[in-house]
């Protein structure tokens, strides 16, 4: 006789589960083999109701953002997706079991959707119950060549600074959903406050750029915590410094209104996080050849600023030439 779990995991998530090595979700475990020559890249990545997505936000979105969050750590590295686990703990409280039902059916479909666009089947995980709130873990793993993976900790003096698409536009989604009436104050167009909202919602991870960040970047990492202070992470294991433009910073046309509005959202735009684009350093011999990946990947790629000699935090520097100060450098859990 199957439980209630048992019938919540084939309902929802059997069908995820089309590699081979997943079993049908019929085991307590997995295996996958990489291909020959190849190794393993492995991250992990839990989104928390109220901290990472909003308790209205959509199902759909909420698996989606799950997945996706591991995916970009997956694209900064170099590597392909391969698969997935995932632990969903669902909130105790609820006795509606058909708003369960129409919840799952929504979270379940995102996620299928996901899978399948992004070649990552679910290799298996576990559902509980919690009496905190909802939370979606994922375990995700890739595959590159052997000893290919670009780590945080190759950046040169001299290296050039890039950064996938454009950033801050996840922080400003998120400003824009707790306080719709800024979307006036702001002076956005519809398009561009849902923009800045989807971008929040449903990140876009630049695994069409992985190859080219694999072959020709000294140091990578995604951008999720902040800019400035991913960047500082960068430099630090590196032992360097930088220099950045605050000018030369990628915005959407939602975050140049935004900023042109409001002048200090520099600060939310360059330390708010939830950009996840790629970061990397590429050095000046290899740009020409990086562009030309990029442009081919149809993924715009901006040079904002340079690896420096020392050990001092990265400055980000307006156009005046002065450092910009600000509270704080990055999100941080703790």
């Given at each position: 006789m199957q439980?209630?779990?048992d ?13 081979d090595g ?6 307590d475990?997995a295996?996958y083999s990489p291909?020959?020559?190849h190794e ?6 839990a ?16 698996a989606?953002?799950?997945?996706r969050?591991?995916l970009?750590d ?5 590597a392909a997706?391969a698969?997935?686990l995932?632990?969903?703990?669902l909130?105790?409280g ?7 039902e129409?919840w799952l059916?929504a979270?379940a479909s995102?996620l299928k959707a996901?899978c399948?666009?992004?070649s990552?089947?679910?290799?298996g ?7 905190g709130?909802?939370s979606?873990?994922?375990f995700?793993?890739?595959?590159l ?7 945080r900790s190759g950046?040169?003096p001299g290296d ?11 922080a ?5 959903l ?7 104050a ?8 849902k923009?800045l909202?989807?971008?929040y919602?449903v990140?876009q991870p ?15 990492m995604?951008?999720s ?6 960047l ?6 590196s032992?360097v410094?930088?220099?950045i433009e605050a ?14 509005s409001e002048p200090?959202l ?15 350093t590429v050095a000046p ?6 562009r030309?990946l ?8 901006t040079?904002i600023g340079?690896?420096?000699e ?6 980000i520097?307006g156009a005046?030439g ?6 704080r450098?990055?999100?941080s859990h703790?």
């Amino acid at each position: 006789m199957q439980s209630g779990e048992d019938k919540l995991i084939a309902r929802y998530f059997k069908p995820l589960a089309t590699a081979d090595g997943a079993l049908g979700l019929r085991d307590d475990a997995a295996f996958y083999s990489p291909p020959e020559g190849h190794e393993l890249v492995l991250t992990a990545d839990a989104i928390v109701s109220g901290v990472h997505f909003l308790p209205a936000d959509p199902a759909n979105c909420v698996a989606k953002k799950a997945l996706r969050v591991n995916l970009s750590d997956l694209a900064a590295k170099g590597a392909a997706p391969a698969g997935c686990l995932m632990t969903l703990a669902l909130p105790a409280g609820s006795n509606d079991s058909s708003s369960n039902e129409t919840w799952l059916d929504a979270f379940a479909s995102g996620l299928k959707a996901d899978c399948e666009h992004f070649s990552c089947p679910v290799f298996g995980g576990d559902t509980v119950k919690t009496d905190g709130p909802l939370s979606v873990s994922i375990f995700a793993f890739g595959v590159l060549p052997r000893g290919t993976m670009v780590q945080r900790s190759g950046a040169n003096p001299g290296d050039r600074v890039f950064v996938t698409g454009t950033i801050g536009d996840g922080a400003l989604g998120l400003k824009l959903l707790r306080e719709p009436a800024r979307k006036a104050a702001w002076s956005l167009s519809d398009g561009d406050a849902k923009h800045l909202i989807d971008r929040y919602r449903v990140p876009q991870p630049r695994l069409a750029m992985a190859a080219a960040v694999r072959a020709l970047a000294s140091a990578a990492m995604d951008v999720s915590d902040g800019l400035v202070g991913d960047l500082a992470k960068l430099c630090d294991v590196s032992g360097v410094s930088a220099r950045i433009e605050a000018k030369a910073i990628p915005l959407s046309s939602g975050a140049r209104h935004a900023l042109s509005s409001e002048p200090a959202l520099i600060e939310t735009i360059a330390t708010g996080g939830d950009d996840y684009e790629i970061l990397c350093t590429v050095a000046p011999d290899r740009i020409e050849r990086f562009r030309e990946l990029a442009t081919a990947a149809d993924i715009g790629v901006t040079d904002i600023g340079e690896i420096l000699e020392g050990h001092d935090p990265p400055r980000i520097v307006g156009a005046d030439g002065a450092a910009l100060t600000f509270a704080r450098t990055s999100f941080s859990h703790f």
